[in-house]
């Protein structure tokens, strides 16, 4: 029974698409912030994709096709956490209803999405986390991303911990919870509309006067680096977990060591 008490708690890491392909260093920094919570923490090589552009795009075979292969690869685990509000709205809000004429694949993708959490609110709202040990010195501001905020109420969770990075001054961004226009295939789809609205994201983030910009979201952060570059601002643009894991030793997103 000792034994059983003193167990720490296993996690299944999804490390997102965008994470793995571009900027690998937020899942070594989500890692390093799960394990200081007092979990292990492992990444399943079978994972995939989490089927939102499909999901987005109407087509549900494939979807259920993707949910089912990343239920069975996480199944095993206490807790499922994604560095990403909206990957992790996807895995734990919407793979159940997938399956509604399944009781069987329903029922299991029930009960995977009970255990599916954005990394920040696991780290506080789970683990009850309340600082880091980490040093960022300068201002930055952060931008709520839309799924983040609405489907899984992360709002007050990142700023408590922003709280404690010493040297760090966060400055509110006006309309932090006003979509970045990246929207997943929306931007692709609307190219114009897309950015239109990432260009008045951009306006108020220089108008903030921070030097950094923050967000919980590849998808959102890699849409507005790219137009403050287009744009020739100089704000630079990180992941979140990278700046609460104290792993800032890359350049910023979109940016090269040169640059």
């Known amino acids: 029974m000792a034994d ?4 720490r708690p296993k996690v299944g890491l999804f490390v997102t698409c965008l994470v793995d392909l571009f900027r690998p260093t937020v899942g070594f920094a989500a890692v390093k912030l799960i394990e200081a919570a007092g979990c292990d923490v492992e990444v399943p090589a079978a994972q995939t994709c989490c089927g939102q552009p499909a999901f987005n795009s109407g087509d549900d075979g494939d979807t259920r096709a993707i949910a089912r292969g990343v239920i069975k690869a996480f199944e095993s685990y206490d807790y499922v956490v994604a560095p990403s509000g909206s990957c992790g709205g996807m895995l734990k809000l919407h793979y159940a209803g997938l399956f509604n004429d399944d009781p069987a694949w329903k029922a299991r993708a029930e009960a995977f999405g009970a255990k599916v959490h954005e990394l920040v609110s696991f780290l506080t709202d789970v683990r009850g986390m309340k600082d880091v040990a ?3 010195p300068g201002s930055v ?3 709520d991303s839309c799924a983040g905020l609405r489907e899984l109420g992360i709002r007050d969770q990142p700023r408590q911990l922003l709280g404690s990075v010493e040297g760090l001054k966060l400055v509110e961004l006006k309309d932090a919870n006003v979509c970045c226009g990246f929207g997943g295939t929306f931007c692709v789809k609307y190219p114009d509309i897309s950015n239109a ?5 951009t306006e108020e983030i220089v108008a903030s006067g921070a030097e950094t910009l ?9 849409n507005m680096a790219g137009k403050l570059q287009r744009e020739n601002r100089s704000v630079s643009v990180r992941h979140v977990a990278e700046v609460l894991a104290d792993m800032t030793d890359v350049p910023p997103i979109g940016e090269t060591r040169e640059s």
């Open 4 to 7: 059983e008490k003193a167990r």
């Open 141 to 143: 501001t952060y931008h």
């Open 214 to 222: 923050l967000a919980g979201d590849m998808g959102c952060l890699m």
């Open 134 to 136: 980490a040093r960022f």
């Open 197 to 201: 609205i990432v260009e008045r994201k």
